[in-house]
T-cell receptor, first 113, second 117 residues
Framework: EADIYQTPRYLVIGTGKKITLECSQT?????MYWYQQDPGMELHLIHYSYGVNSTEKGDLSSESTVSRIRTEHFPLTLESARPSHTSQYLC????????????FGDGTRLSIL | AQKVTQAQTEISVVEKEDVTLDCVYETRDTTYYLFWYKQPPSGELVFLIR??????QNEISGRYSWNFQKSTSSFNFTITASQVVDSAVYFCALTLVLNNAGNMLTFGGGTRLMVKP
């Protein structure tokens, strides 16, 4: 069992609110990732981090921001939520070496009204 | 750039049927890893298998088996005697070994498998 946790599991909130999606892992993994998953299933990498104080944008442009102040914590923030942000957000972590799989959290299903 | 294609967006079978999920990939690199993940209705992605590009040996794990063929750039996944609990979305993914970022997965679009009783 992978030890990576996301909260909240579900969030329904109004337009214009500031939102932070939490992601924590207890495996000591250096690398962490955020994916956005469309209703049509495709997964898109929106942010990743190599370690503390490292953050990079992924393949899909996103209005969200991330921070990595601690190894175990990789929160994602939306300053002003819009209906177009409605999606599922999946957090993952992995060891440094390429052959190790990414371990995923349960995801946050975000719905902006 | 890498690309992973899962041509079957949705498959429906009756319980106990065998089913094969196709995965075709594109990369110019000679060293890479391939993965399969399962996403049940609850939403999390569950790691199923990893295969490196130098190991073309097929693998069997219970009712699951994987057929890796480098010549056709395919990494197909077969479920034998399917069960209702196999209903999920299955993703194939690829990562390059020499990529400095490491572990950067390129996902296929996923195949939704529905197993009916």
């Amino acid at each position: 069992e992978a030890d990576i946790y996301q909260t909240p599991r579900y969030l329904v909130i109004g337009t214009g609110k500031k939102i932070t999606l939490e992601c924590s892992q207890t495996m000591g993994h250096d690398k962490m990732y955020w994916y956005q998953q469309d209703p049509g299933m495709e997964l898109h990498l929106i942010h990743y981090s190599y370690g503390v104080n490292s953050t990079e944008k992924g393949d899909l442009s996103s209005e969200s921001t991330v921070s990595r102040i601690r190894t175990e914590h990789f929160p994602l923030t939306l300053e002003s939520a819009r209906p177009s942000h409605t999606s599922q957000y999946l957090c993952a972590s992995s060891e440094w070496v390429s052959d190790q799989p990414q371990h995923f959290g349960d995801g946050t299903r975000l719905s902006i009204l | 750039a890498q690309k992973v294609t899962q041509a079957q967006t949705e498959i429906s079978v009756v319980e106990k049927e065998d089913v094969t999920l196709d995965c075709v990939y594109e990369t110019r690199d000679t060293t890479y890893y391939l993965f399969w993940y399962k996403q049940p209705p609850s939403g999390e992605l569950v790691f199923l298998i990893r295969r490196n590009s130098f190991d073309e040996q097929n693998e069997i794990s219970g009712r699951y088996s994987w057929n890796f063929q480098k010549s056709t750039s395919s990494f197909n996944f077969t479920i034998t005697a399917s069960q209702v609990v196999d209903s999920a979305v299955y993703f194939c993914a690829l990562t390059l070994v020499l990529n400095n970022a490491g572990n950067m997965l390129t996902f296929g679009g996923g195949t939704r498998l529905m197993v009916k009783p």
